[in-house]
């Protein structure tokens, strides 16, 4: 599947087509709000099951117990809620982009892409939420979950800001990448 999205220096409504692989992470994310309502895990059996797809059970055990963490974490220092699409949907907002680049990017510790997406997140400890999101990746890399850290400039033009750029993103079933044409 092709998806062209263009982008140019006046930010608009944009939604992000999610891999299916990555559609129950950000669920965990999107399921907060009901489970602080609710205060019922249950809520979470559903994003762990269709992680399973993906994944060992004990991997997507572990992927949505740190997901969790870094969800409350985060929304505790933000002190208001993201902005999410519907549980379920392979469509993600911009926050959740954000912090899915910021997940992804991880790896390589505090870069500039991670610093960017965490400011536009309102991310005050970035330290501590890079190894939040360290230990998520790390356990995303065991499956066969697939998110392709963004460079900065992709970053950028996704998120509406810097030159005016094409973006194409390619998925199929194992591996979704985003190519930036100028």
């Not at 059970?57 to 969800?71: G, H």
């Amino acid at each position: 599947m092709v998806e062209a999205i263009s982008s140019s220096a006046t930010p608009g409504p944009v939604a992000f087509l999610l891999h299916p692989s990555m559609v129950p992470v950000i669920d965990v994310f999107r399921s907060l709000s009901s489970l602080e309502d609710q205060y019922d895990l249950a809520l979470l059996d559903g994003p762990e099951q269709r992680l399973v797809a993906f994944t060992r059970p004990e991997t997507a055990k572990a992927i949505v117990s740190d997901a969790l963490l870094l969800a409350f974490s985060m929304t505790r220092q933000r002190g208001r809620p993201f902005q999410h699409r519907p549980v379920g949907s392979r469509h993600g907002s911009m926050d959740e982009y954000c912090l899915l680049t910021l997940i992804g990017s991880s790896r390589s510790g505090a870069s500039d892409v991670v610093q960017e997406a965490a400011a536009l997140l309102e991310v005050v400890s970035l330290d501590f939420m890079v190894s939040l999101a360290g230990e998520i990746v790390r356990q995303m890399d065991l499956g066969a979950l697939v998110f392709e850290r963004p460079s900065l400039p992709e970053f950028r033009a996704m998120m509406g800001y810097g030159p005016s750029e094409e973006v194409i993103v390619e998925a199929t079933m194992d591996k979704a990448e985003f190519n930036v044409r100028n």
